[in-house]
């Protein structure tokens, strides 16, 4: 209900038809108010009745009220329509154009009121055209002037700029429409003079260069007078089509530009490393430059603005980027900020992106959101946020690919209220992900091993990208980016070693994703499980995959990490079940990682377990060493067949490197046997050669092995460094074939060979058990002398290896330092006393 009060509040034009209706100050109900607010729409009130309807108290339910529903939103969109045309600021106008849409909309779907049709598709079109959805305005511009022809002159210019500025613009037919709107009769020199600015717009727009010069230069004659009048309506034209000359010659260089797929579009050139203009060309650009820079300091500064713009475009032509940056921040900076600002500070970023300048995108990025959010001046429909939002992940990519991670992340954070929360936190997760890859790249050092810090480094940056990923998710929960981004997220803490919150959002990944990709799903989710030490759950969830998804790739990697848990679990004869099975699939070859790393993990698994039960076998009696040993090997048999298939498929993969190795190893456990079965006293003399011979066969194939891995990681070593994992490797295998050679009672080739060793390892921990080893042999062939100085040698030795290797001593030695400390002061001790008791020198 109204009070007379309020009714009197909002006008005094039509007070004495109001007071009639509300004359003693009593309360007017809903039907009344609506005729009211009619009145006022018809008297030219067109906000007072938008407030009246507003206030009306109509209610849609009721059926004496439902007959004016339509002209209620008519008149309130009508109304909120004209308050913003009233507002002097783009920004309020455009906020008052959002609050008159739904109004108007539901007024055309109910039908508009009788007899306002052409001034409901006329305000509905022009409320469209202000929110930047161009394609629906012309729609209803069109209908309005075919409506009400009278309309013509006022919406044809209207309708071509829609036509020409939709998603699928119609610049062809925007053209034809701004023709037609020339030819009216009625139009005064003025309103002529602006149509054919827009024409001309609108074969710049086309591209159509060498037509608009003609229309600029005869358009310029037609307010010649004018100008010399010094009127300022005409002044602003000249203006204006000053700077449609110039975009159009430099829209003819920039059509001129041979094409490249390798070219970058920055501020709408696409740019060339190396590219170099013909003189004419620079010329021209210079020429236009003068112009132009005598337009920003005249003109009035949406002109200027353009002209800076202009300047800028026609720099980069030049290849004068720093001279194009310098433009595009005045034009960013210029006050107050409008769209020729928020241009030049899109344009300011691609630029800067594309020079690598990672810190000043940021911050150009900063100062351009805070304008955008402050400014008065500046109109952001949902067609240009777009384009700028499209613009900066373009830049945030860009400085992706130049390896400005930390940028590309910090742009990506502070453009938010541009790009969206989601899409500012999924820009932010691609970079950290990209981040972490580099970071793995570029740690790869020798033989393929990442380093530590490298390891450390990108393991944060992963679990950065998931934790951006996983926020992105978290908004977009409602739509159909959520479980695309969740995988994302579970993606990025995978490989950034957080399982524990992978895991939990798996859960929620398996409820919402579709059958086709749930395999992928169960295989992560069972590798989070694994490397949270649940080896029980880690099979369920990738049992379900193996069994449910038996047709499904996935079902490889399944079964490698099922056999990974089982192992982990005891069960070495299900987890080679597994292995077997991806070995066996008809649909697996040789060449997929699938079917390589089940070979070796295989091989790898058969060796830990036979290596294990021949250590155990040495604590037991003699017959019951034996049989252990025989128990044992046919699982060593097939380990060393799996580790050398292996080995000869896909050598020199790091991990066949670590296979070879325990593939010699293998060989010595093959010899045990014999050399065990040797030591019963009721064999006979061909039986004991026959065992004296496979012993011997087993270590000399042990020999070979361990030769052939040295060999070869001391030929890489000469071309490259090797890994901290090659170099352990290429020392066990010294240690090795000296031992061998020991083992084989060759003491003198072993003496040579613990010699090499001591020398290549000197001052480092493991020359000391090369200096004991050489010392043994030394012993063994009678040269007591110089056993005894190599323990000296050993101990002086001992004194000169750095406190750098203090870490090492107990990883590649028996003992720790203090330890070698006790043992060769002990060793030198006793040699002291022997050479006393003897009377000798002591050497």
């Known amino acids: 209900m109204l009070s007379l009060a309020f009714v009197t509040m909002f006008t005094m034009v039509g007070f004495a038809y109001m007071f009639s209706i509300v004359a003693g100050g009593r309360e007017i109900d809903a039907v009344q108010a609506m005729n009211l607010a009619s009145a006022q729409y018809v008297a030219g009130n067109i906000v007072v009745a938008g407030d009246l309807a507003e206030r009306s108290g109509l209610d849609q339910l009721n059926e004496d009220h439902m007959e004016l529903y339509p002209m209620q939103q008519f008149l309130i969109g009508a109304g909120t329509h004209a308050r913003a045309n009233q507002a002097v600021a783009p920004r309020d106008r455009h906020e008052q154009m959002e609050k008159a849409l739904p109004y108007l909309q539901r007024a055309h779907d109910l039908g508009f009121p009788e007899g306002r049709d052409s001034e409901g598709h006329r305000m509905l079109g022009a409320t469209l055209h202000a929110m930047g959805r161009h394609a629906q305005a012309s729609k209803h511009l069109k209908q309005a002037v075919e409506i009400d022809l009278t309309l013509r002159a006022e919406l044809l210019p209207l309708l071509a700029r829609s036509l020409a500025s939709s998603i699928t613009a119609k610049p062809d037919e925007a053209l034809r429409t701004i023709v037609a709107h020339l030819e009216e009769s009625s139009l005064d020199a003025r309103r002529r ?62 059509e001129a530009l041979p094409p490249s797929i390798s070219a970058q579009l920055i501020a709408g050139v696409p740019i060339v490393a190396g590219r170099e203009l013909p003189p004419e060309t620079k010329a021209e650009l210079n020429d236009v430059i003068k112009v132009l820079d005598q337009l920003q300091r005249e003109a009035d ?54 020079r690598g300048m990672g810190e000043d995108v940021a911050q150009t990025s900063r100062y351009l959101v805070r304008e955008i959010g402050q400014s008065q001046f500046l109109d952001f429909p949902e067609i240009v946020r777009e384009n700028v939002k499209q613009r900066i992940i373009d830049a945030i990519a860009m400085l992706r690919g130049a390896g400005q991670f930390a940028p590309a992340v910090e742009t990506a954070t502070v453009t938010s209220p541009v790009l969206g929360v989601a899409s500012s936190h999924s820009q932010a997760g691609i970079a950290y992900r990209d981040w972490g890859e580099a970071t793995l790249a570029a740690g790869l050092g020798p033989g393929g091993e990442l380093s530590r810090d490298a390891s450390v480094l ?11 990923f996983a926020a992105a998710a978290k908004e977009q929960f409602d739509t159909e980016e959520y479980v695309p981004t969740l995988w994302l997220a579970i993606e990025s803490y995978q490989k950034g070693r957080h399982f524990s919150r992978s895991a939990i959002l798996l859960e ?57 848990a089982a ?9 080679r079940e597994w292995l077997e099975d991806n070995l066996s699939d008809g649909q697996l070859t040789p060449q997929s990682p699938a079917w390589r790393d089940s070979l070796l993990t295989l091989g790898e698994m058969l060796f830990a377990e036979s290596l294990s039960q021949t250590l155990k076998s040495r604590e037991l009696k003699w017959n019951e060493r034996v049989e252990a040993l025989r128990s044992t090997r046919p699982t060593l048999q097939l380990a060393m067949r799996r580790l050398d298939e292996a080995v000869k498929r896909y ?35 061909t039986a004991r050669r026959g065992l004296s011979q496979k012993a011997n066969a087993g270590r000399q194939a042990a ?6 891995l040295s060999n070869f990681l001391q030929n890489q070593q000469r071309d490259s460094d090797l890994s901290d994992k090659q170099r352990a490797l290429l020392r066990n295998s010294l240690i090795g074939q000296a031992d061998t050679l020991r ?12 010699r090499d060793m001591a020398l290549r390892y000197m001052n480092e921990p493991a020359s000391l058990e090369a200096f004991l080893g050489q010392s043994q042999m030394m012993r063994k062939i009678g040269r007591v002398r110089e056993a005894d100085l190599l323990i000296r040698q050993a101990n002086v030795v001992l004194g000169r290896i750095g406190a750098q290797w203090d870490d090492e001593f107990d990883m590649v030695t028996r003992y720790d330092r203090a330890g070698w400390e006790r043992y060769l002061a002990w060793m030198v001790e006793r040699l002291d006393q022997g050479a006393q008791l003897t009377n000798q020198t002591a050497p």
Not at 458 to 465: D, I, K, L, S, T
Not at 652 to 676: K, W
């Open 193 to 254: 003079s602006e149509a054919e600015i827009l024409r001309i717009e609108l074969l710049n727009q086309l591209k159509r260069y060498d037509d608009s010069l003609p229309v600029i230069a005869r358009v310029e004659e037609d307010i010649s007078s004018e100008v010399t009048s010094q009127m300022p309506w005409a002044l602003q034209l000249r203006d204006q089509l000053s700077l449609q000359r110039g975009l159009a010659r430099v829209g003819r260089v920039i």
């Open 301 to 354: 500064p949406k002109v200027a603005g353009s002209a800076r713009l202009l300047v800028a475009q026609s720099y980069l032509l030049l290849n004068d980027p720093d001279l194009a940056l310098a433009r595009l921040t005045q034009a960013r900076q210029q006050r107050p900020f409008d769209d020729r600002g928020l241009e030049g500070g899109i344009s300011e970023i691609e630029l800067l992106a594309s």
């Open 458 to 468: 990108a393991r944060e940056q992963f679990r950065g990208a998931g934790d951006a």
């Open 508 to 564: 929620d990944y398996l409820r919402y994703e579709e059958r086709g990709r749930i395999p992928r799903a169960l295989v992560a989710h069972g590798r989070a499980l694994l490397a949270d030490g649940n080896a029980k759950g880690a099979i369920d969830s990738l049992q379900t995959c193996i069994i449910e998804y038996d047709r499904d790739p996935m079902r490889y990697d399944a079964r490698l990490l099922a056999a990974q």
């Open 567 to 575: 192992a982990d679990l005891g069960d070495r004869e299900r987890a």
């Open 651 to 685: 050598w020199p993969m790091p991990r066949t490197q670590t296979a070879a190795y325990s593939l010699a190893r293998g060989h010595l456990l093959t010899a045990e046997l014999p050399e065990v079965e040797l030591e019963s006293t009721e064999l006979q003399d």
């Open 703 to 708: 020999l070979d092995q361990f030769a052939m």
């Open 743 to 754: 083992d084989m009672g060759r003491f003198a080739e072993a003496a040579d060979a613990y």
